[in-house]
Protein backbone atom coordinates (compact mmCIF):
# COMPACT_ATOMS: atom_id res chain seq x y z
CA UNK A 1 0.00 0.00 0.00
CA UNK A 2 1.10 3.48 -0.64
CA UNK A 3 1.16 5.74 2.19
CA UNK A 4 1.08 9.47 1.47
CA UNK A 5 2.72 11.92 3.57
CA UNK A 6 1.99 15.28 3.92
CA UNK A 7 3.93 17.65 4.78
CA UNK A 8 2.94 20.82 6.99
CA UNK A 9 5.96 23.91 6.89
CA UNK A 10 4.49 27.06 9.09
CA UNK A 11 6.65 29.85 7.66
CA UNK A 12 6.73 33.32 9.34
CA UNK A 13 10.15 35.95 8.08
CA UNK A 14 11.57 32.95 6.21
CA UNK A 15 13.23 34.15 3.22
CA UNK A 16 16.66 32.88 3.82
CA UNK A 17 15.48 29.56 5.35
CA UNK A 18 13.03 28.98 1.96
CA UNK A 19 15.70 30.11 -0.57
CA UNK A 20 18.08 27.42 0.98
CA UNK A 21 15.79 24.52 1.76
CA UNK A 22 12.78 24.67 -0.11
CA UNK A 23 14.21 22.85 -3.45
CA UNK A 24 16.01 20.34 -0.57
CA UNK A 25 12.42 19.36 0.67
CA UNK A 26 10.78 18.95 -2.33
CA UNK A 27 13.62 17.08 -4.31
CA UNK A 28 14.20 14.75 -1.42
CA UNK A 29 9.94 13.69 -1.14
CA UNK A 30 10.15 13.75 -4.99
CA UNK A 31 13.07 11.49 -5.04
CA UNK A 32 11.46 9.44 -2.13
CA UNK A 33 7.59 9.49 -1.80
CA UNK A 34 5.67 8.49 -4.67
CA UNK A 35 2.48 10.20 -3.30
CA UNK A 36 3.09 13.38 -0.89
CA UNK A 37 2.04 17.10 -0.76
CA UNK A 38 3.42 20.00 1.17
CA UNK A 39 1.03 22.23 3.12
CA UNK A 40 3.09 26.03 3.66
CA UNK A 41 1.47 27.77 6.17
CA UNK A 42 2.17 31.32 5.62
CA UNK A 43 1.49 33.71 8.83
CA UNK A 44 1.67 37.56 7.42
CA UNK A 45 5.31 37.57 7.61
CA UNK A 46 6.84 40.88 6.41
CA UNK A 47 10.10 40.08 4.52
CA UNK A 48 9.84 38.23 0.72
CA UNK A 49 8.45 34.55 2.37
CA UNK A 50 4.91 35.56 0.70
CA UNK A 51 6.36 36.11 -2.49
CA UNK A 52 8.37 32.68 -2.29
CA UNK A 53 5.87 31.03 -1.12
CA UNK A 54 3.44 31.74 -3.98
CA UNK A 55 5.74 30.84 -6.20
CA UNK A 56 6.25 26.99 -5.15
CA UNK A 57 2.95 27.11 -4.91
CA UNK A 58 2.71 26.68 -8.57
CA UNK A 59 4.97 23.16 -8.52
CA UNK A 60 3.01 20.18 -8.44
CA UNK A 61 1.62 18.90 -4.90
CA UNK A 62 2.25 22.03 -3.12
CA UNK A 63 -0.60 23.99 -1.17
CA UNK A 64 -0.15 27.61 0.01
CA UNK A 65 -2.35 28.96 2.84
CA UNK A 66 -2.00 32.34 4.27
CA UNK A 67 -2.59 33.79 7.66
CA UNK A 68 -3.15 37.48 7.48
CA UNK A 69 -1.49 37.81 10.91
CA UNK A 70 0.60 35.61 12.95
CA UNK A 71 -1.61 33.91 15.27
CA UNK A 72 0.81 31.66 16.67
CA UNK A 73 3.10 28.18 16.03
CA UNK A 74 0.19 26.01 17.14
CA UNK A 75 -2.15 28.32 14.99
CA UNK A 76 -0.23 27.60 11.36
CA UNK A 77 -0.11 23.75 12.58
CA UNK A 78 -4.39 23.40 13.26
CA UNK A 79 -4.78 24.86 9.74
CA UNK A 80 -2.42 22.73 8.26
CA UNK A 81 -3.90 19.66 10.07
CA UNK A 82 -7.54 20.62 8.32
CA UNK A 83 -5.72 21.13 4.90
CA UNK A 84 -4.13 17.70 4.99
CA UNK A 85 -5.01 14.60 2.33
CA UNK A 86 -2.02 12.22 3.37
CA UNK A 87 -2.27 8.93 5.67
CA UNK A 88 0.52 10.42 7.62
CA UNK A 89 1.53 13.82 8.25
CA UNK A 90 4.26 15.61 9.66
CA UNK A 91 5.53 18.92 10.83
CA UNK A 92 8.65 20.20 8.81
CA UNK A 93 10.36 23.29 9.58
CA UNK A 94 12.28 25.07 6.62
CA UNK A 95 15.23 25.42 8.66
CA UNK A 96 15.60 21.68 8.79
CA UNK A 97 16.94 20.98 12.42
CA UNK A 98 17.11 17.24 11.11
CA UNK A 99 18.19 15.54 8.32
CA UNK A 100 15.67 14.64 5.86
CA UNK A 101 16.25 11.00 5.50
CA UNK A 102 14.63 10.43 8.61
CA UNK A 103 11.77 10.59 6.76
CA UNK A 104 12.04 7.72 4.68
CA UNK A 105 11.61 5.02 7.27
CA UNK A 106 7.92 5.82 7.01
CA UNK A 107 8.65 3.23 3.58
CA UNK A 108 10.36 1.14 5.70
CA UNK A 109 7.90 0.22 9.00
CA UNK A 110 4.43 -0.15 10.27
CA UNK A 111 3.82 2.68 12.95
CA UNK A 112 1.17 4.93 14.30
CA UNK A 113 3.09 7.36 15.70
CA UNK A 114 6.55 8.02 15.15
CA UNK A 115 9.60 10.32 17.64
CA UNK A 116 12.90 10.90 18.14
CA UNK A 117 15.02 12.00 20.59
CA UNK A 118 18.54 13.83 20.00
CA UNK A 119 21.91 12.08 20.46
CA UNK A 120 23.37 14.70 18.96
CA UNK A 121 22.97 18.62 19.60
CA UNK A 122 25.57 21.05 19.66
CA UNK A 123 23.01 24.54 20.70
CA UNK A 124 24.80 25.91 23.81
CA UNK A 125 24.00 25.02 27.14
CA UNK A 126 21.28 27.60 28.34
CA UNK A 127 18.84 26.26 25.60
CA UNK A 128 19.65 22.83 26.35
CA UNK A 129 18.58 23.34 30.08
CA UNK A 130 15.50 25.28 28.40
CA UNK A 131 14.73 21.99 26.45
CA UNK A 132 15.38 20.37 29.62
CA UNK A 133 13.61 21.97 31.83
CA UNK A 134 10.10 22.01 29.20
CA UNK A 135 10.15 18.60 28.70
CA UNK A 136 9.66 17.26 32.54
CA UNK A 137 7.34 19.97 33.04
CA UNK A 138 5.70 19.16 29.65
CA UNK A 139 5.57 15.41 30.74
CA UNK A 140 4.52 16.42 34.12
CA UNK A 141 1.53 18.54 32.89
CA UNK A 142 -0.13 16.16 30.15
CA UNK A 143 1.19 12.58 31.56
CA UNK A 144 3.38 12.03 28.91
CA UNK A 145 6.41 9.32 28.93
CA UNK A 146 7.81 10.18 25.74
CA UNK A 147 11.63 10.19 25.82
CA UNK A 148 11.62 13.78 23.85
CA UNK A 149 8.77 16.12 23.83
CA UNK A 150 9.88 18.30 21.63
CA UNK A 151 12.41 16.60 19.07
CA UNK A 152 11.77 16.47 15.59
CA UNK A 153 10.79 14.67 13.61
CA UNK A 154 7.68 12.71 14.51
CA UNK A 155 5.29 11.40 12.05
CA UNK A 156 1.06 11.05 12.91
CA UNK A 157 -1.54 8.66 11.47
CA UNK A 158 -3.36 11.51 10.29
CA UNK A 159 -7.00 9.49 10.81
CA UNK A 160 -5.82 9.82 14.92
CA UNK A 161 -5.77 13.27 14.95
CA UNK A 162 -8.23 14.96 12.35
CA UNK A 163 -11.21 14.63 14.02
CA UNK A 164 -9.81 15.58 17.36
CA UNK A 165 -10.44 19.13 18.79
CA UNK A 166 -6.88 20.77 19.06
CA UNK A 167 -6.61 24.03 21.57
CA UNK A 168 -3.08 25.29 21.28
CA UNK A 169 -2.35 28.51 19.27
CA UNK A 170 1.35 28.23 20.54
CA UNK A 171 4.47 25.72 20.75
CA UNK A 172 2.36 23.73 23.07
CA UNK A 173 0.88 22.41 20.11
CA UNK A 174 3.43 19.06 19.95
CA UNK A 175 2.45 18.08 23.80
CA UNK A 176 -1.32 18.16 22.62
CA UNK A 177 -1.25 16.21 19.72
CA UNK A 178 1.25 13.72 21.12
CA UNK A 179 -1.41 13.46 24.36
CA UNK A 180 -3.58 11.99 22.13
CA UNK A 181 -1.44 9.46 20.70
CA UNK A 182 -0.14 8.14 24.47
CA UNK A 183 -2.17 5.04 24.46
CA UNK A 184 -1.78 3.63 20.57
CA UNK A 185 0.39 1.04 20.30
CA UNK A 186 2.53 0.67 17.58
CA UNK A 187 4.62 3.55 17.97
CA UNK A 188 8.58 3.93 16.90
CA UNK A 189 11.60 6.04 18.23
CA UNK A 190 14.58 6.91 16.40
CA UNK A 191 17.50 8.86 17.24
CA UNK A 192 18.71 12.05 15.41
CA UNK A 193 21.20 14.52 15.38
CA UNK A 194 19.75 17.82 15.82
CA UNK A 195 21.05 20.90 13.10
CA UNK A 196 21.00 24.11 14.61
CA UNK A 197 19.34 26.84 12.24
CA UNK A 198 21.53 29.02 10.11
CA UNK A 199 19.60 32.16 9.30
CA UNK A 200 16.97 33.87 11.65
CA UNK A 201 16.73 33.99 15.90
CA UNK A 202 15.74 31.10 17.98
CA UNK A 203 15.89 32.77 21.41
CA UNK A 204 13.59 32.32 23.88
CA UNK A 205 12.92 35.18 26.11
CA UNK A 206 11.26 35.43 29.45
CA UNK A 207 7.91 36.51 28.23
CA UNK A 208 8.10 33.54 25.61
CA UNK A 209 8.41 31.33 28.52
CA UNK A 210 5.74 32.49 30.49
CA UNK A 211 3.47 32.00 27.85
CA UNK A 212 4.40 28.49 26.87
CA UNK A 213 3.38 27.68 30.71
CA UNK A 214 0.32 29.55 30.70
CA UNK A 215 -0.36 27.82 27.23
CA UNK A 216 0.39 24.58 28.16
CA UNK A 217 -2.07 24.83 31.93
CA UNK A 218 -5.20 26.61 29.51
CA UNK A 219 -4.68 23.64 27.19
CA UNK A 220 -4.61 20.91 29.59
CA UNK A 221 -7.23 22.18 31.56
CA UNK A 222 -9.82 22.35 28.53
CA UNK A 223 -9.07 19.01 27.54
CA UNK A 224 -9.64 17.77 30.92
CA UNK A 225 -12.93 20.07 30.47
CA UNK A 226 -14.03 19.10 27.48
Given amino acids: MIKKISVITPVYNEERSLKKNFSKIYKFLFNNFSSFEIILIESGSSDKSNLL ?5 KLKNVKLFVQKNREGFGSAIKLGIKKISGEFFCVLPIDLCFNLSELAILNKKKFDLLTSYRIIDNRNILRKLQSYIYNIFIKIIFGLNFKSI ?3 P ?3 KSSFIKKKKLYSKGGTIDAEILFHFKKKNKQEIIPVKFINRKYGSSKIKLLDIINIVIDALIVRLKIALF
Fill in 150 to 152: NSL
Fill in 53 to 57: CKKYE
Fill in 154 to 156: KIY
